[in-house]
């Protein structure tokens, strides 16, 4: 164990995150995303859900300031403008950061898969709610003073 570090920032998650560099992307995803499928590098959740997982990596990782929509959700397929309980909480999520909610978009299913088979790791949870999926685009951290 860590002080202030979330239990569930696993070891081999913290050397993901810290490994990433501006510009890479990680992607959370729910029990139905085909993870081990799309993974270059797969990290194991299962015992967290997204919005938890999304939280705790949020305090820790800096998210793209130089982009309009560093964190991508997928649309529901067929419906893209409906909004699923697990992205309205993410969209909480992002506030209680105190990050803006523009910079939250969407994409289409197989567009979410394509950016998913290019992240940098995807984090598989143990969610089992649909649509709960969220790629977040890491950022810098400027200099002190």
Do not use: W
Not at 22 to 29: E, L, M, Q
Not at 94 to 105: C, Q, R, V, Y
């Amino acid at each position: 164990m860590l002080r202030g570090i979330d239990p569930l920032l696993t070891a081999d998650l913290l050397h993901a995150l810290r490994a990433m560099g501006h510009g890479d992307t990680i992607t959370i995803v729910d029990a139905n995303f085909p993870a081990a499928a799309c993974a270059r590098r797969l990290i194991t959740a299962q015992g967290s859900d997204v919005t938890t997982m999304f939280r705790a990596i949020i305090a820790i990782l800096p998210v793209d300031d130089f982009i309009p929509k560093p964190l991508l959700t997928m649309q529901i397929v067929g419906d893209p403008s409906t909004v699923p309980q697990a992205v309205a909480e993410l969209h909480e999520a992002t506030t209680a950061a105190g990050l803006d909610t523009g910079s939250l978009g969407t994409v289409e299913r197989h567009e979410f898969y394509r950016r998913a088979r290019d992240s940098f790791a995807i984090v598989a949870t143990g969610d089992r709610r649909l649509y709960a999926n969220i790629i977040i685009t890491k950022g810098v951290l400027r200099p002190v003073g």
